[in-house]
């Protein structure tokens, strides 16, 4: 067998590898990327096997198809456990593959969980939709800009046929004019885009059945539900909801030692893009749920709307996780799941007097 230990970068990657049957140690330096497909292609023909590990990075997507095609081991490991398992103060690329070589060799290294390809090639169209109504989101400001600095202050009711009409009839200079015109123009391109990468996750959704338990959670849909079966992966890969929070960046930074305990902002650590749904859903949660409303006024008026809404998108995705990890639809969760603070018993759970009142007293 052949392990390698690989430093990459987008152009070219440094690898430190050894036969276990001859101990032969050997470093390369293979550039992107005829070179280094060609040397492992080299490998593959001498039928042995081979694993490789490297950190956790970016631009090598081809990388990982080339090694999935040759059928070799790829092991992608945490970045940060690995450079923390670095002892020297000298850093070179040299050094970091033989780092990862010998985790590789001492069983030591920070293997990480990958999704599929089909996982990533979902998750592709999600960031496709989400970065389209960004660019909506900014073309619409732009507009709103000009219609207010002729005195035009329509809102939302700008993009009804009316408003719309009031806009085109602004009397503005001719570059103005020009820019007025180049944007209406790019926002009715992005309409019909926008609108049919919405349905494509309508669809990719209803095939999913974790997609579609979550979905019967108030404020939560397709695209949020879609999301978080996504990139969470597998439920079982976690223990509890405080591992579900932590690993989506929704906890506080956390900076204590002795007796002092210093609590930051929340860590951002996790996928930002599904940090952000699960905040636009809760919003949703707190104008349909009147239990989730008083807590979130309540977080409010002590420690302000920013803080509120983190911590509503955090009881969300821990609800969201619970529903996934028990196979419960938002129903059963409410039957079965926990009543702590809530007034009374659960639904299903007798308090004391019942039990004593239905259970005749023993006879001595």
Excluded at 237 to 254: T, W
Aim: charged share 30%; hydrophobic share 40%.
């Amino acid at each position: 067998m052949i392990i390698v230990g690989c430093d990459y970068h987008p152009g070219f990657q440094q690898i430190a590898y050894v036969d276990t049957e001859t101990g032969e140690l050997q470093e390369r330096r293979l550039r992107h990327r005829e070179e280094a497909e060609k040397f492992y292609r080299d490998l593959a023909s001498r039928g042995v096997r081979v694993r490789v590990g490297m950190e956790a990075s970016g631009q090598a997507r081809w990388f990982e198809r080339l090694l999935a095609e040759l059928k070799f081991e790829l092991w992608i490991g945490d970045a940060a456990k690995i450079r923390a398992k670095r002892v020297r103060k000298q850093k070179t690329d040299r050094q970091d593959a033989q780092l990862i070589l010998q985790l590789l060799l001492e069983d030591r290294f920070p293997q990480i969980w990958v999704p599929s390809w089909e996982n990533r090639d979902l998750r592709q169209l999600l960031w496709h939709r989400h970065r389209m109504v960004q660019a909506r989101t900014r073309i619409m400001n732009q507009l709103q800009a000009v219609a207010l600095n002729e005195g035009l202050r329509c809102k939302k009711k700008l993009w009804r046929e009316r408003g719309r009409e009031q806009l085109q009839s602004l009397p503005l200079a001719p570059w103005a004019s020009r820019r007025r015109q180049d944007l209406l123009e790019l926002l009715d391109r992005l309409n019909p885009t926008i609108a049919e990468l919405t349905q494509a996750i309508e669809q990719e959704a209803e095939k999913c059945p974790q997609a579609q338990r979550l979905r019967t959670h108030p404020g939560v849909g397709a695209l949020t539900a879609l999301a978080f079966v996504l990139i969470i992966g597998e439920a079982e890969r976690f223990d509890c909801g405080k591992q579900i929070a932590s690993y989506l960046g929704l906890v506080p930074a956390e900076d204590s030692s002795g007796e002092r305990r210093r609590l930051g902002h929340i860590s951002k650590q996790g996928n930002c893009l599904l940090r952000f749904l699960l905040v636009e859903a809760a919003q949703v949660t707190v104008r349909n749920d009147p239990r989730w409303r008083n807590q979130f006024f309540h977080l409010a008026m002590r420690r302000g709307r920013k803080i509120a809404k983190v911590a509503m998108a955090r009881r969300l995705a821990v609800r969201l996780y619970w529903m996934w990890r028990r196979g419960w639809d938002y129903q059963q969760l409410e039957q079965f799941g926990s009543h702590a603070g809530q007034p009374g018993t659960g639904h299903g759970v007798q308090s004391i007097t019942d039990v004593m009142i239905e259970r005749p007293a023993p006879l001595h």
